[in-house]
């Protein structure tokens, strides 16, 4: 994360997001802020977001993989469509291949960092809680967030 705040202002010199676009991305990094002080199974907010919907898990890490979704799409669009001109249909196929494409690729290389650097702590870096399918959930949660801020992209436009 340390290295992303220099990437925005390197990337903003050949192109300029929104101001909705840098709240958005702010507010995802004091997500992972809040999440890496207390570890994402063990955000008091996720236990309490567990019990709205039910569950006994922290849902905090789940919550996040959903805005990563949600909040990422939008600069994305935003992107494909300023600097590089995609339309229609494939705008937002595109966009929402793309946050798909990376939800798996961190799932891919979380999964090699535990295994590498310490494979019996490896639950606890993963977070899984219990549950195998945790990766499948986390990408699924990112590609449901994205399409359904597509929609409201898609239905913006329309107004």
Request: glycine letters at 8%; aromatic letters at 18%; proline letters at 3%.
């Amino acid at each position: 994360m340390v290295l992303f705040v220099p990437f925005v202002f390197w990337a903003s010199r050949y192109f300029l997001f929104s101001n909705t676009s840098y709240i958005l991305v702010t507010l995802f990094l004091i997500l992972h802020v809040v999440g890496s002080h207390y570890t994402y199974a063990e955000v008091p907010f996720g236990v309490t977001l567990g019990e709205w919907l039910g569950d006994e898990r922290n849902m905090y890490d789940r919550l996040v993989h959903l805005l990563f979704g949600v909040v990422f799409v939008y600069p994305l669009y935003e992107y494909l469509q300023r600097k590089l001109h995609v339309k229609g249909f494939f705008i937002y196929f595109v966009s929402f291949m793309t946050i798909s494409a990376f939800a798996g690729f961190y799932e891919v290389v979380e999964w090699i960092a535990a295994a590498v650097v310490d494979p019996e702590a490896g639950d606890a870096f993963l977070g899984t809680q219990g549950d195998i399918w945790d990766a499948q959930k986390d990408m699924a949660l990112a590609m449901g967030g994205s399409l359904c801020a597509l929609i409201m992209i898609k239905l913006k436009s329309k107004l």
